[in-house]
């Protein structure tokens, strides 16, 4: 069974969309994409990890009542919790900026952030999916041309 024919007045609006997806694939490289969701996704864990220190990276009182009283993560105690997320938000967002060991950073991040839906923020999930979708893009496709993990040929 074939398609039907297109009646004359779709076929413009349909050539129109078209030519406007190949114009944008030509004028946005993806080596851009790949910055911009590095960066994006660097930024929204940085700042994270930043809300829960003072100064470089003492980790403040209110982030350990929050691991204790709020997250209740199962299996690790709020403390050490504590510690883990801080240092990891700081750590994997510097290396996403980078470029450096890309797709484990944002594997990382996946595992943090399933972490998050699971066990702290379940009805969060429309935020968690958006983080998602960019981090399985990092994973799949690596830093990209402007990314450190290309200049040492680790991509």
């Not at 946005?28 to 809300?51: C, H």
């Not at 429309?126 to 994973?139: E, N």
Request: net charge neutral; charged share 15%.
């Amino acid at each position: 069974m074939t398609a039907p024919a297109l009646t004359a007045p779709v076929a413009p609006p349909l050539r129109a969309i078209r030519a406007f997806g190949q114009l944008a694939q030509r004028l946005i490289p993806e080596s851009a994409i790949g910055l911009v969701v590095r960066l994006g996704v660097a930024g929204v864990f940085f700042q994270s990890g930043r809300s829960k220190v003072d100064g470089i990276l003492h980790i403040t009182d209110g982030t350990y009542t929050l691991f204790r009283e709020e997250y209740r993560l199962p299996l690790i105690p709020p403390e050490i919790a504590a510690h883990l997320a801080t240092y990891s938000e700081h750590l994997f967002s510097i290396l996403l900026v980078l470029g450096l060991f890309t797709r484990f950073s944002a594997l990382a991040f996946l595992g943090m952030t399933t972490v998050i839906e699971v066990f702290v923020y379940p009805d969060a999930w429309p935020t968690h999916l958006s983080w998602v979708c960019l981090l399985i893009y990092l994973i799949a496709r690596g830093g990209g041309a402007f990314s450190l993990d290309r200049a040492l040929k680790l991509d």
